[in-house]
C-alpha cells in the first residue's frame, strides 16, 4: 500500500488522507487500543503459546503527543501514557481506520 498523502495531528486527532482522497481522523484512544505493539497484542512463542496481550482493553483520556514515520511503510505514535513501541504499517492503519466511527 502507498504511504498516506498527508498524515498529521490536528488537536485531538490524527488526521489522515489517502492518495485516493479518502480521510480518516483517529483519536488517541483508538490508535492505543488498536496498538500492533507485542505489549498490547501479545506474541506467540515457538510453541504456539500467547505471552502478553493481556493488560487493559481501554484507554480513556490517552491522547497523541507526537508521531514518526518508519522508512516508507509505518508509522508510530508517542501516546500520553508512554506508550511508544506500536508499528502501524500503511496496511494496518487504513484496515483500522476503516473502523473508525
Request: charged share 25%; proline share 4%; glycine share 12%.
Amino acid at each position: 500500500m502507498a504511504s498516506p498523502r498527508d498524515i498529521q495531528l490536528v488537536g485531538a486527532f490524527v488526521a489522515v488522507t489517502w492518495e485516493d482522497g479518502q480521510e480518516h481522523f483517529l483519536t488517541g484512544e483508538f490508535l492505543r487500543e488498536r496498538s500492533p505493539s507485542a505489549e498490547n497484542m501479545g506474541e506467540v512463542d515457538i510453541l504456539g503459546q500467547r505471552w502478553g496481550g493481556d493488560g487493559p482493553r481501554q484507554f480513556p483520556g490517552v491522547t497523541v503527543l507526537g508521531m514518526q514515520r518508519v522508512g516508507n511503510y509505518a508509522v508510530t505514535f508517542e501516546f500520553s501514557d508512554g506508550h511508544r513501541t506500536g508499528i502501524y504499517s500503511w496496511d494496518y492503519l487504513r484496515s483500522i481506520a476503516a473502523d473508525a466511527k
